[in-house]
């Protein structure tokens, strides 16, 4: 692995490391705090997985966190689960979110774009006297710290608002796309009993209206801890009968009134993709996102005042809570609501170039989409702002990393980044002082023990191993809704190695520092003992021109033996024919292993993926052994259910 791409494809000069956040952070917290002063990024990371109390204390005073009350200790207890942050201390998330209107009233805060891609500003001063006003009518609604306060809506500037109104009341925020349909939302919501659901009436995409009044008619039937519902005239309805006016409820000019909480109250719950039963309800904390999102956004992603950030996503996903608390660095940060291919497929890059994007991160499959469409990004569009593409959702290909370098720019910083819902951040990825090896992110992040460990719990260098993290991190969940006695929680990340946190993926950290994706270690390709993550398979597989995405499982069946088919979507034209069959098998063959050639390549309609776009593989394998659609898959976070109907057939057809 560490001679596999001896030259990196990218990296820093010495004016932009000398520039970079990161470093001047590293000379402060040698000065305050003995980090070290040499030895660049891995020394620093090292001293920050060794001295976490130290680290992490660094980073609030270097971000200037504004605690209303002191903490007693960093951490109060170091065990996992169950660490406590900073006890002792209270805050508040939304305050700090908004700082930057004291300094800069007039810039905008958010750039709100749609379909059209013509930006439109709201300032830092328009925010804060919306959040002020909204939080105010929360408090005369009742809301009080503690409470549920639900959002079924798109990614426009009425999120944010309501986002960092909750969060100054105290109450606890969630959300959902109005593209997920009733069941989903409900099996989301139902579990955390909200008191007031802010809902649009529906909702553009792809050049289209989608009216939602239905389902939300439905929302408001099966939740019936609601005291208030808040309408959001995106198609311009009027208000059902019953509800409020979002207009009426943010039109006074009111100061916000913060309240102050401790540092590990709840600030938002996100839902797991709920593929086999209902999504995990995970609560993190105003504390812990604040101090990691500083972190991670401040450091790893190098922004401030000046930047633009734009992350294509929606409320469904964490990449929008992540999005959100650029604002915490004085970033303008940009929202997009539409398709990410409308009304063709460059339409993303469009909205970087018009808004004058500095960080702007997608999907790997958007990547990917845009290479095979055969589009030059770097030709089409001025994208000579943008110092940053980062990729998540799924890892991010090698000819992916070629193919920004090439057709977007040459000096382009490409920032794989992996980390998950669970803790809404990055275990490892974007560095902007480390060099960008191709096919791999550039390290560990900082504050994150992340190691590779074998099956004797040994962590390994240059091999395949699970992914482990053995020191805790704040934005870690403070518990799952509804879980009492802890023990889901406990059941989901811990009960493999006890006080480690395996997250289910399959990584190799380099000898470099460097870290590589293989893919989920619960759906590992286990040939002969010789284990591959299925993001292999795809990586070489759709290279083929004719192959538009794929799904691999290997299923172990009942008299032991072991059955791996590939399922390909092809492209338009295409034909699986003999001369295509024998190009994929010779693909894997000779580009991955012998053994992981599939024992069957079956052309599907298309591959189903969770509500927020990654492919199910557990489920299907679980179908495929013969497990009952409903107790496989749960409907409700699959974005297309008929396509299930194939694989429930294989497995009745199977001896």
Not at 321 to 328: A, D, K, P, R, Y
């Amino acid at each position: 692995m560490p001679t596999a791409n001896p030259q990196p494809l990218w990296q820093p000069d010495e004016q932009d490391v000398a520039a970079a956040r990161i470093t001047r952070f590293q000379a402060w917290a040698a000065t305050h705090h003995d980090a070290p002063a040499d030895g660049g990024y891995p020394a620093l990371h090292r001293w920050s997985v060794d001295e976490p109390e130290t680290f992490w204390k660094a980073v609030t005073e270097w971000f200037d966190v504004r605690f209303a009350t002191p903490y007693t200790r960093v951490l109060g207890d170091r065990s996992m689960p169950g660490a406590r942050w900073f006890p002792g201390a209270t805050l508040n998330y939304a305050e700090h979110a908004l700082r930057a209107a004291a300094e800069r009233p007039d810039e905008p805060a958010l750039l709100c774009v749609d379909e059209t891609h013509e930006p439109r500003p709201v300032t830092w001063s328009r925010l804060r006297a919306q959040v002020g006003s909204l939080a105010a009518e929360l408090r005369a609604l009742g809301v009080r710290p503690g409470d549920r306060v639900s959002g079924y809506l798109p990614n426009v500037p009425e999120a944010v608002v309501a986002l960092l109104a909750t969060a100054a009341v105290g109450a606890v925020w969630t959300s959902c796309a109005p593209d997920f349909g009733a069941r989903s939302v409900l099996d989301r919501f139902q579990q955390v009993e909200p008191v007031v659901l802010f809902t649009v009436d529906g909702y553009r995409y792809g050049g289209r209206a989608h009216d939602r009044s239905d389902v939300v008619a439905e929302l408001r039937r099966e939740l019936p801890t609601l005291r208030a519902v808040v309408h959001v005239p995106l198609l311009g309805t009027p208000a059902p009968e019953g509800t409020l006016e979002w207009s009426a409820l943010t039109s006074a000019d009111t100061e916000p009134v913060f309240e102050q909480v401790p540092f590990d109250h709840p600030l938002w719950v996100l839902y797991s993709s709920g593929t086999t039963g209902l999504p995990k309800a995970i609560v993190q904390s105003q504390g812990g996102i604040l101090v990691e999102h500083l972190k991670q956004l401040g450091l790893h992603c190098d922004l401030g005042p000046g930047d633009r950030f734009f992350w294509y996503t929606s409320t469904g996903w964490m990449m929008w809570n992540f999005l959100v608390s650029g604002l915490l660095t004085g970033t303008t940060i940009v929202l997009y609501d539409g398709s990410p291919g409308h009304p063709d497929i460059a339409a993303q890059w469009r909205v970087a170039e018009r808004t004058g994007t500095t960080l702007y991160g997608t999907s790997a499959a958007y990547v990917m989409a845009c290479r095979k469409a055969g589009i030059g990004p770097g030709r089409e569009c001025d994208l000579s702002r943008v110092r940053c593409v980062a990729t998540t959702g799924s890892p991010l290909p090698p000819d992916g990393f070629r193919w920004l370098h090439d057709e977007v720019r040459a000096d382009l910083w490409i920032a794989s980044v992996s980390g998950g819902t669970d803790v809404c951040s990055c275990f490892a990825g974007a560095v902007p002082t480390l060099p960008v090896y191709v096919g791999e992110l550039q390290a560990a992040c900082l504050g994150t023990d992340l190691q590779a460990w074998n099956p004797a719990g040994e962590p390994v260098t240059d091999e395949v191993g699970e992914l482990v993290v053995t020191n805790p991190m704040p934005s870690m969940p403070i518990r799952f809704w509804n879980d009492p006695d802890g023990s889901r929680y406990h059941d989901s990340y811990f009960d493999t190695y006890p006080g480690v946190w395996r997250h289910g993926d399959w990584i190799t950290v380099t000898s470099r520092g460097s870290v590589v994706i293989h893919g989920r270690s619960d759906s590992t390709l286990n040939r002969q003992g010789v284990r591959m993550g299925s993001a292999d398979i795809y990586e070489a597989v759709e290279r083929l021109p004719e192959i538009r995405e794929s799904l691999v499982v290997g299923v172990e069946q009942p008299d032991g033996g072991y059955w791996m088919p590939l399922f390909v979507h092809l492209a338009p034209g295409a034909a699986l024919d003999e001369a295509l069959l024998d190009r994929i098998r010779r693909t894997v063959r000779e580009q991955l292993s012998p053994r992981h050639v599939p024992d069957e390549i079956i052309e599907v309609p298309g591959i189903p993926h969770t509500l927020t776009g990654k492919r199910i593989e557990v489920p299907v394998k679980r179908l495929l052994q013969g497990t009952p659609l409903e107790k496989a898959v749960n409907p409700g976070s699959i974005d297309n259910l008929d396509l299930l109907d194939l694989y429930v057939g294989l497995a009745k057809e199977r001896p």
